[in-house]
């Protein structure tokens, strides 16, 4: 079959899943208006899916290797200012991230492999995951049983990139970290409260709160390695409801992120060690929780090669290459990647013109779905030819 003609056949039917999930966006791990389209798309194609976890999981084929293909399809918990006509209507929830188009996407492809199963030389994984937003959803299927039953051998995801640059474009890294690690933290402090007039009989939990931040700024700057990058962000600060009342508690929000698996385990435990120091010093306490732990992205480069060699058998118009791209951004696809052979790619969904002036993650952002074929094309096209050469 070629992939590439099929799924320009079916270039409207993937419009419509993506612009059913864009309208009807859900954030987090429950996703259920998302979950029960995909289940009765699959079944509608002859597919027998079934839950995983959180999400929905699925095969084609029999026996031989495994291929597992990706797709994310969670929101972000946010406004849509697109303009579009099948925006999201709830002004809190939007897909601004494109995993809207990764959901459709791999939905087509799977009917296509489906059409054509009798010559697959093994067997297709399909993996529609929640969550990617929070970090939780792989992690989620994963203990759920997603890699196995069969047993996963490697596993593809690709991701769409908007912004002014043409469709065709492939971005990808066969050599280091792709994406940074994620570890999200919250700071809970524990003060005393008082009158804002006798400060002296509080433990001021926002003062503590000040200095924390501070000095977790000073772990970038003189205790990780230069040749390492690194990113903490300090999002969230909360305390107090009043101007003349010193509050009992405080609380810090934050992620780091770094592309070297040895830094981020010294900074994860001295963020740890300066916050309850910093507390101590001024009379208070906090307690440490972890929101999110994602390792650094690091894709396989020989399966990174060998999947661009089948992408480049197909005839995509504008195609091109941009080798090395790394991001300072973090993907809870690199949990898979932890355990299995993996790579995972960027394709634009760009305009060369003005609607290309937002970037993800921005409510006006716009995708151009001239994307929708190609992606589902490269899905389907590399797990055959994948599963031909490994048979």
Not at 179 to 184: H, K, N, Y
Request: aromatic share 8%; hydrophobic share 40%.
């Amino acid at each position: 079959m070629n992939y590439y003609e099929r799924a320009l056949e079916l270039k409207d039917e993937i419009i419509a899943s993506r612009r059913f999930f864009h309208t009807n966006a859900e954030v987090g791990l429950n996703m259920p208006k998302a979950k029960t389209y995909v289940m009765e798309q699959l079944k509608a194609y002859g597919i027998e899916p079934q839950e995983c976890g959180h999400g929905v999981m699925a095969t084609i084929g029999k026996g031989g290797k495994c291929i597992l293909l990706r797709a994310d399809m969670d929101a972000l918990p946010m406004p849509e200012e697109s303009g579009e006509k099948f925006a999201c209507p709830t002004g809190t929830e939007a897909h601004a991230c494109g995993h809207d188009f990764h959901a459709a996407m791999l939905l087509t492809a799977a009917k296509m492999l489906k059409e054509n199963e009798k010559d697959l030389n093994g067997t297709v994984k399909l993996m529609f995951q929640p969550a990617e937003e929070t970090f939780e959803g792989s992690r989620d299927m994963i203990e759920a049983g997603i890699l196995e039953n069969p047993a996963v051998d490697c596993a593809l995801a690709y991701h769409v990139s908007p912004g002014q640059m043409p469709i065709g474009l492939v971005m990808y890294n066969s050599k280091n970290t792709m994406m940074f690690s994620v570890d999200g933290f919250r700071i809970n402090i524990q003060g005393k409260g008082a009158h804002g007039a006798y400060p002296h009989a509080s433990v001021d939990p926002i003062n503590i709160g000040v200095h924390i931040h501070l000095a977790l700024q000073e772990l970038i700057a003189r205790e990780a390695d230069p040749n390492a990058a690194c990113v903490l962000t300090v999002g969230k600060f909360a305390a107090g409801a009043a101007a003349n009342i010193i509050p009992d508690t405080a609380v810090l929000e934050g992620t780091l992120r770094t592309n070297n698996a040895e830094v981020r385990d010294k900074l994860v435990r001295r963020i740890k060690e300066v916050a309850q120091l910093t507390a101590a010093v001024y009379g208070g306490s906090v307690e440490i929780e972890t929101l999110s732990s994602v390792p650094p992205l690091e894709c396989d480069g020989a399966l990174t090669e060998e999947l661009l060699s089948y992408m480049r058998e197909l005839p995509i118009p504008g195609f091109a290459e941009y080798s090395g791209i790394s991001a300072s951004a973090s993907e809870d696809f690199a949990t898979i990647a932890e355990k299995v052979p993996s790579t995972f790619m960027y394709l634009s969904a760009g305009y060369e013109d003005e609607r290309g002036a937002y970037s993800a993650h921005n409510p006006k952002v716009r995708f151009n779905e001239d994307v929708c074929p190609i992606g589902a094309a490269y899905l389907a096209h590399c797990a055959s030819r994948w599963l031909e050469k490994h048979q």
